[in-house]
């Protein structure tokens, strides 16, 4: 789908992610128009959100003079990206620590962790102890109305939680799929009217956006139904599962192969022991084909996990994601696995993950055909256990990883779903600085551990992944702007006010205005050539009732005030308006400010046209 193209043009970072946005977010509203500084004056049935008009600043011209001209303007708005000041990059480690009754713990403090890279302490340079939700504030806003006109109504219900549930298709038989779908169909019933759901599938046969219709949520859920690359009915010969193979083709597992090797001699040479070598070959090619076939399954699962993720970060609030499946191994994708749980993190995305199988015993494998003789029935039993084992782990590790549950040998579904959707009610976030990192993509673990704490339970990633490059100051800055604009957190670093307005020509169109009044009183100058200097990014998001991003605009303000003009502004503040043509309905708005400094502000609000 191509996105249209605003006048005023978003900031490279926001176009980068919408160009990501793979299920087709962009719907509800018209095109923005361009913004500008003089704000229009309200109609009779515009609304605002404070009773006061914001002081009206008018930004000098995009054109104006050099510096060097004593005569240069001393504010300009332009639309090109800024150069922002950012942080020293740090690594973040999502921690849930649990008693003994598996309730979270929030009473620790910093001094309480120890940190380990590759075996090595690290110091601690961030922490936080943050609670889900409680941070997504809502939106507050008032409403004026014109002399004789009746009071609107209060801002609408905006939605808080998003739940996207990502079934594993691919991997999950229909046995198991068919227990799933009951236990998700009653799981609905507890969703909140604040909550927004959307249901995708490894396979992409099987999808339906966020949504507060239960009735489409059901539709789709029944809808279900195994989709494996592979024929289901046919046995090789050999017979090797994706295990086994991977033991043969990546690990170079001796008894593997001579397990496989026995197995293709008597299917396909009636144990003729002159054809051992062509046996063996059999059994090399059987595996390195099982391995090209698990690997595509595997990655069309991490892929299919790393969309769902990178769909529910532009949802502005809670984000969780539940994965559903009966597990699945990684052979060459640990990387795929490590980004997606970074870019989990970074999002603030919390995945849950829920063994499809529940509670299941390892023994012979119906499906397989019969083992030729006592040793290749006991190497198929003991890779089976080994494989139930590897699969459970990569479930693990993707919900410890993020914060999550990992829900698993409990055939009660239903409860399993409903500690998998809740996410803890406390989690640390521990950021440290690599010392003398290398740019050189290896794997490095981690360790998390408490001192003196030993009864209590950790759940963290274990490692990351080193970059192969120097991350660009311009692009961080970027997405910290995006990051801020697709969340419900507000910020306050700087003094910000949100204001809305609308105005219906008629039945079926409205414009609706987005106005920002920032006080520059706490902000920093740098005083060069006798100028006053600074730089503010303002971008206005527009939302509509399930959530999903319409469109955005981004206005970028410089600043090279004289003094007395900085002393008259430090009273009058600036501000600044964005224009979107709409159609009547629900909306959230959200508003990140950032000067050159990295002083972030971010709000939220709420218009409903009628």
């Known amino acids: ?49 404070t009773s006061a008009t914001p002081t009206q600043e008018t930004a000098a011209p995009a054109n104006a003079p050099q510096e060097s001209d004593k005569n240069t303007a001393e504010m300009t708005t332009a639309d090109t990206a800024a150069t922002f000041k950012v942080n020293v990059k740090l690594v973040l480690v999502r921690v849930v620590v649990r008693d003994s009754h598996g309730n979270a713990i929030g009473t620790l403090h910093k001094e309480d962790f120890q940190l380990f890279d590759n075996r090595k302490p690290q110091v601690i340079s961030h922490f936080a102890m943050e609670q889900p939700g409680s ?73 339906l956006d966020f949504t507060d219709n239960h009735a489409k949520l059901r539709e789709t859920l029944r809808r279900l139904l195994p989709h494996p690359l592979s024929v289901s009915g046919i046995t090789e010969c050999p017979d090797i599962s994706f295990y086994m193979a991977d033991q043969i083709q990546n690990k170079h597992d001796d008894i593997a192969l001579q397990a ?24 090399q090619s059987t595996a390195s084909r099982q391995v090209n076939l698990g690997d595509s399954e595997t990655r069309l699962s991490i892929g299919a996990l790393r969309d769902v993720v990178r769909r529910i970060s532009s949802m502005p609030g809670q984000r969780s994601v539940i994965l559903v499946s009966s597990g699945f191994l990684i052979s060459d994708y640990t990387q795929e ?75 009660d579904l239903e409860e399993g779903f409903r500690r998998v959707a809740v996410s803890p009610e406390y989690f640390y976030v521990l950021g440290f600085s690599p010392q003398n990192l ?24 274990k490692g990351y992944y080193a970059p192969r490059h120097v991350p660009d100051p311009r692009e961080e800055a970027k997405q910290e702007i995006e990051d801020a604009l697709f969340s419900q957190e507000e910020l306050h670093d700087l003094p910000v006010e949100l204001h809305t307005q609308y105005f219906k020509p008629n039945d079926d169109e409205a414009k609706l205005a987005v106005l920002v009044r920032v006080d520059v009183r706490k902000m920093h100058f740098r005083k060069l050539e006798g100028r006053n200097r600074n730089e503010l990014t303002v971008v206005s998001g527009l939302f509509d009732r399930n959530g999903n991003y319409i469109t955005g605009l981004e206005k970028i303000v410089t600043m090279r005030l004289l003094d007395e003009t900085l002393e008259r502004k430090l009273n009058s503040g600036i501000t600044l308006k964005s224009s979107f043509d709409v159609k009547p309905g629900t909306y959230m708005v959200r508003l990140v400010v950032r000067d050159a400094e990295g002083q972030v502000s971010a709000e939220n609000g709420a218009i409903e046209i009628p």
């Open 1 to 49: 789908m191509n996105l249209p193209i605003v006048r005023m043009s978003a900031s490279d970072a926001i176009r980068l992610f919408l160009s990501f946005v793979i299920f087709g977010v962009m719907t509800g509203a018209g095109g923005a128009q361009q913004s500008s500084e003089t704000p229009a004056q309200p109609a009779p049935t515009a609304t605002q959100s």
């Open 135 to 207: 941070q997504a504030a809502a939106a507050q806003t008032t409403t004026e109305t014109a002399p004789g006109e009746k009071p609107s109504p209060a801002p609408p219900s905006m939605p808080e939680r998003f739940i996207a549930y990502l079934f594993d298709d691919t991997h999950t038989s229909l046995t198991d799929l068919a227990q799933v779908r009951l236990a998700t169909e009653h799981h609905f019933d507890s969703l909140r009217p604040t909550d927004r759901a959307a249901i995708f599938t490894t396979s992409g046969q099987t999808t």
């Open 260 to 283: 496989a090797t026995q197995d293709a001699l008597a299917c396909a040479y009636q144990n003729d022991q002159r054809f051992v070598t062509a046996a063996q070959a059999l059994a």
């Open 337 to 411: 696995e490590s980004d997606v749980m970074e870019r989990a993190m970074h999002a603030n995305v919390v995945i849950g993950t829920l063994d499809a199988r529940g509670l299941y015993t390892t023994g012979p494998d119906v499906t397989q055909s019969a083992a030729p003789n006592a040793f290749v029935s006991g190497a198929r039993t003991q890779y089976q256990i080994q494989s139930a084992s590897a699969e459970s782990d990569v479930l693990a590790e993707l919900a410890y990883g993020t914060g999550g549950t990992f829900f698993h040998n409990n055939n």
């Open 438 to 461: 290398k740019l050189d993509g290896r794997f490095h673990s981690l360790k998390v551990t408490l001192k003196g704490q030993e009864k209590l339970a950790i759940q963290a990633r």
